[in-house]
C-alpha cells in the first residue's frame, strides 16, 4: 500500500533562518507531487507541483522553492523565512488526476 | 472559469440532523469531483469522489448530488454525528490535467 510521510511535524523558526520540508511517498512510481500550504482556518494554497524528477512548476512566486531530487521525494525550501511563511505545510501525491492523498503535515511557525 | 466556489463557510448541525454543503464550477472540462474530509491538525482525506456520467453517489451516511445542466454538486451528510465535525472540502479535475481545483473548505460542527 501507499504511504506519504512528511517530516518534521512541527518546526519553529526565527524570521531569516533558512527552510528544507522532506517529504516522500512508498509504494508507487512516478507520482505527481505536490506542496500545499494552509493557513491557519483556512483553505488550501498550491505552491509547486511536479509531474517528474527536476520538473517543479510554481503557483505562487514567492520566497519558497521546491525539488524534486529522487521520483519520489519531494523538498520545500527557502533561504530566509518570512513572518508570512507561517502554516500548515502539506504534501500530496496522485496518479494522473486522480485523487490526491495527502501527508499528515508540517506546522511551521515563523517568529 | 478554474475556480470552485462553496457555501457555506460554516455550518452547524444538530446531532442527527442532515449536513449539506454545496459547490459550483464554471469549466465543463473538469471531470472528476472529489470531497475531502480534514480534522484540525492532520492533512485532508478523500471522503467521496463522483464522475459527470452519474447524478449521485451514496457511500453509507455520505452522499454526492451532481447537477451537470446547472454545474453544481453537494455533499449530504446524513443522521450527522459529533464525529463529522470537521472541514470539508470539495474539489474538481479534468483528465490530462495534474492540478485539483479545491473550494474554499467548509467549517462543519455537528451539536451533541
Known amino acids: 500500500s501507499q504511504t506519504i510521510h512528511q517530516w518534521p511535524a512541527t518546526l519553529v523558526q526565527p524570521v531569516g533562518s533558512p527552510l528544507s520540508l522532506e517529504c516522500t511517498v512508498e509504494g508507487t512510481s512516478n507520482p505527481n507531487l505536490y506542496w500545499y500550504r494552509q493557513a491557519a482556518g483556512r483553505g488550501l494554497q498550491l505552491l509547486f507541483y511536479s509531474v517528474g524528477i527536476g520538473q517543479i512548476s510554481s503557483e505562487v512566486p514567492q520566497n519558497l522553492s521546491a525539488s524534486r531530487p529522487q521520483d519520489r521525494q519531494f523538498i520545500l525550501s527557502s533561504k530566509k523565512l518570512l513572518l508570512s511563511d507561517s502554516g500548515f505545510y502539506l504534501c500530496?501525491?496522485?496518479?494522473?488526476?486522480?485523487?490526491?492523498?495527502f501527508g499528515p503535515g508540517t506546522r511551521l511557525t515563523v517568529l | 472559469q478554474q475556480q470552485v466556489k462553496q457555501s457555506p463557510q460554516s455550518l452547524i448541525v444538530q446531532k442527527g440532523g442532515i449536513s449539506i454543503i454545496n459547490c459550483a464550477y464554471e469549466?465543463?472540462?473538469?471531470?472528476?469531483f472529489p470531497w475531502y474530509q480534514q480534522f484540525p491538525g492532520k492533512g485532508p482525506a478523500l471522503l467521496i469522489a463522483?464522475?459527470?456520467?452519474?447524478s449521485e453517489k451514496k457511500e453509507g451516511r455520505f452522499t454526492i448530488s451532481f447537477n451537470k445542466s446547472a454545474k453544481q454538486f453537494s455533499l449530504h451528510i446524513m443522521d450527522s454525528q459529533p464525529g463529522d465535525s470537521a472541514t470539508y472540502f470539495c474539489?474538481?479535475?479534468?483528465?490530462?490535467?495534474?492540478?485539483?481545483?479545491f473550494g474554499a473548505g467548509t467549517r462543519l460542527f455537528v451539536k451533541a
Open positions: 469549466n465543463t472540462a473538469f471531470d472528476y
Open positions: 500530496a501525491w496522485s496518479v494522473l488526476q486522480d485523487t490526491q492523498y
Open positions: 474539489a474538481a479535475s479534468m483528465a490530462g490535467g495534474f492540478k485539483t481545483i
Open positions: 463522483i464522475r459527470p456520467d452519474v
